[in-house]
Each structure stands twice: as structure tokens, then as C-alpha cells.
């Protein structure tokens, strides 16, 4: 079983940089609750977005590229989506950036797809912890260039 | 519209792996529409090669751009800023975009990205069906809009083999028999009288066999 406090100070020397895409619809956050949310987890980003199915492959690959080390899509139920379509898209779109992942030789698991209950920041929180033991288990990712959009 | 699909990753990696700045084109059009070659897939390739590179220890300088259309001229300049500034273009378009750019680069690499398959049109999202091989004396008015050239596996100009079942081919259940089609559709529109013009075979020498083809039009010359 993991030490909890050796993960601990794992994260406060150098904290695993995760980026979550997430569905606004799941309204994981009240007006401000947001930024405190992640001032109190060091390397965690939190992208709000109009609907999970907003996100391609491209975005998830480009922001490890980028140098985060794990990213997460949280989408509501494919049956609860307010687009119909946009979680199971998005779900198909993360499958497609780990199939990526796994050409370049990279491990497919940086990138996850989550379905998570609206109004539930706890649910939220688990799943990062799980999801940064798992991050911290692998080699980091080195750092690559910035990219150049012309 | 032309279909095409990307190659692998390591194929791209070994032609370009001599290079230390590579500039990514994709193009909006053809390829674009079959989710091959266009802006999203050029923005995935380029951080699938920074990633690819980066895991290997090496950090080439990875720029993207995408053209409208990369086989016409004024489009292409549209990188010409872009160009001296790399050793090497990676083309996400068709072959002919390919050499395009190596007509209008004359100095550049251009490495193909993409495998060009076949003309084609989009049947359903995610499934593009090749319907023209280019032969040069196109048909279809006398078979009712349905290629037999492409459509039947087996090309056949004077009806269905005998191995056409339930409209299906017996090269593979899963193609539609193309004269089934042909005959359903001039069925369907009355005009099944059609097929007892007499259609000469096809001249293959205006296709490939004859070379390189061109299309000059003087009305539309500068």
C-alpha cells in the first residue's frame, strides 16, 4: 500500500502538472470555488469547456506536448448529455489520443476519460489523487519545445 | 474529392530524422475532409512528433501551418515567409500537393505524410468510398450516375458476372455490387432502355498508361 504522506511530499517538491478538461454542464463549481479548488493542488490546470465533445485528440496530444504530464476529460453521462452526442464523441476522440500515444510509445494511460456526477468536486478530487499515483508511477515525460502555430 | 490517409508514424520519423527543423503544411480541402490532412490533423501530427522526438531525446523545431489548398500557387505562397526559415517541409497533402510544394520549393525536402488512396465522396461520417479511378471518358450517363469502372470489382463495362448475389459481389460480401446498383437506378428512373446502347470499352491510353495527364484550357489562361 502507498505511503499517503510520502506522495504527499512527492507533490509539494514537484508537483505532477495534470490538465482536466471539463464539461460545464457538470457544474463541478460554485462562482470562485474554481480557483481555490486548484491553489490547493500545485500543477493541477482546470479548463471549463461549452461540452465535453469540444475536445479532439489534437488538444489532448498537444497538451502533453506541452508538458503536462497527465490529462483528464470529465464528461457527463452519455445519457445526460445536454448535446446528445458530445460525451460519447469525446470518448472516442480520448480512445483515438491514447491509440496516438501508444504509436509514439508513450503510455496510452497519461490521457483518461472520466464520467462524473454533476455538482460532485469530491468526485472529482478522488479520482485526481488515483490519477496522480498512477502519473508519479510512470517516467516523466520529457520536455519538448514549444510549439509554433503559423 | 481525393482520399487519403496518414502514414505511420515511424515511416514519417525515419524520412525525417536528418532533419533539425521541420515545417508541418496540411490542407484544408480534400484532405481536410477526410479528417487526413486538414488543421486539426496537422496540429495533432506536429504534437504527436514533438512527443515522438521528445521521447527519444531530441527537440527538432516543429512549426505548423495549413494552406487552403496546397496545389494552387496562390495559396502555397501564403508559407513562403515560413519556408527558408526550416530544412525540411512535411506535407499533410495529396500527392499532387506534395509536388506542388517541390515545384514551388525548389530548394526544400518535401516529405509526404499522407498515402493518397483513391477519388472518392464521404458516405457517412468516418467512411469515404472511392467511386472514380480518373479514366478520362466518363460513363455515367449511360450507368444511371453508378461507375462501373470503380463500382464493379471487376470493372466490367457489359453487366454483372455471374457471381453478383443478393446485390453483393463475390469478390467481398461487403461491397455492393456495382451493376446491381446500375441496374436498380435506371430501374428506379425508367431508364433501364439505356443499357442497350452500345458503350465502346474504355481507352486506357488517356489513363495512366498514356502518362502524365494535363488539362489546358485557353479561356482560363492568364
Known amino acids: ?150 | 474529392m481525393i482520399v487519403a490517409e496518414l502514414k505511420p508514424i515511424s515511416e514519417i520519423r525515419n524520412m525525417l530524422d536528418r532533419y533539425s527543423s521541420i515545417l508541418v503544411v496540411g490542407c484544408d480541402s480534400c484532405v481536410a475532409e477526410c479528417a487526413a490532412g486538414g488543421h486539426r490533423e496537422t496540429m495533432l501530427l506536429a504534437a504527436a512528433l514533438k512527443l515522438s522526438y521528445g521521447k527519444d531525446d531530441k527537440s527538432p523545431v516543429i512549426t505548423e501551418a495549413c494552406l487552403d489548398r496546397q496545389c494552387v500557387d496562390d495559396f502555397i505562397n501564403r508559407i513562403a515567409d515560413q519556408v527558408p526559415e526550416h530544412e525540411v517541409i512535411l506535407s499533410l497533402g495529396c500527392g499532387a500537393g506534395v509536388q506542388a510544394l517541390a515545384r514551388v520549393y525548389t530548394d526544400k525536402p518535401i516529405i509526404p505524410a499522407l498515402d493518397t488512396l483513391f477519388i472518392g465522396e464521404t458516405q457517412m461520417r468516418g467512411v469515404w468510398q472511392e467511386n472514380c479511378l480518373g479514366c478520362g471518358q466518363c460513363k455515367l450517363g449511360y450507368f444511371g450516375a453508378v461507375c462501373p469502372v470503380t463500382r464493379c470489382s471487376k470493372k466490367l463495362m457489359n453487366g454483372p458476372c455471374g457471381g453478383s448475389k443478393g446485390g453483393r459481389c463475390e469478390v467481398d460480401n461487403d461491397i455492393l455490387c456495382g451493376w446491381d446498383m446500375i441496374i436498380q437506378r435506371l430501374q428506379a428512373l425508367g431508364e433501364l432502355d439505356r443499357l442497350s446502347e452500345y458503350v465502346p470499352p474504355v481507352d486506357w491510353s488517356t489513363s495512366h498508361s498514356g502518362g502524365p495527364r494535363r488539362v489546358v484550357r485557353e479561356d482560363q489562361k492568364p
Open chain 1, 1 to 150: 500500500m502507498p505511503v499517503k504522506g510520502a506522495s504527499i511530499s512527492i507533490m509539494e517538491t514537484k508537483p505532477v502538472k495534470i490538465v482536466v478538461y471539463h464539461c460545464r454542464n457538470l457544474q463541478l463549481f460554485k462562482p470562485g470555488e474554481q480557483k481555490i479548488f486548484t491553489r490547493s493542488r500545485p500543477g493541477l490546470s482546470l479548463i471549463a469547456i461549452p461540452c465535453s465533445g469540444k475536445v479532439e485528440a489534437h488538444h489532448l496530444l498537444t497538451t502533453l506536448a506541452g508538458g503536462a504530464q497527465g490529462v483528464l476529460v470529465l464528461a457527463c453521462g452519455e445519457k445526460a448529455c445536454r448535446y446528445l452526442e458530445g460525451s460519447m464523441r469525446a470518448h472516442k476522440r480520448v480512445d483515438y489520443a491514447r491509440w496516438w500515444l501508444q504509436q509514439i510509445g508513450i503510455e496510452p494511460d497519461r490521457v483518461e476519460f472520466v464520467h462524473i456526477p454533476p455538482n460532485d468536486p469530491g468526485a472529482l478530487d478522488k479520482f485526481l489523487k488515483e490519477f496522480t499515483f498512477k502519473l508519479e508511477s510512470l517516467e516523466t515525460i520529457p520536455p519538448v519545445a514549444k510549439i509554433q502555430t503559423g
